[in-house]
């Protein structure tokens, strides 16, 4: 069931990074990484699946490589 729902994070955070990569939309991040982050706990704390952790640190990745190519704002 924890799989289940890190997945749904992701999804959820995924909807917010992929619009973010749009340039001056970068702040949009800042909104996706609490849920990316409670999305890789609740999949960390899942059973013997890790495949909604995993989900969550992919977009967790492409969140940071905007911002850092923003400059954590745009």
């Known amino acids: ?29 800042w909104f996706a990484l609490p849920l990316i982050g409670m999305g890789v706990i609740v999949g960390q704390l899942s059973s013997t699946s890790k495949a909604g952790r995993n989900f969550c640190l992919v977009v967790l990745l492409i969140a940071i490589v905007r911002l850092s190519l923003g400059g954590g704002i745009f």
């Open 1 to 29: 069931m924890g799989n289940i729902l890190a997945f749904l994070f992701g999804l959820v955070s995924l909807a917010i990074v992929i619009p973010a990569t749009i340039p001056f939309l970068g702040w949009a991040n």
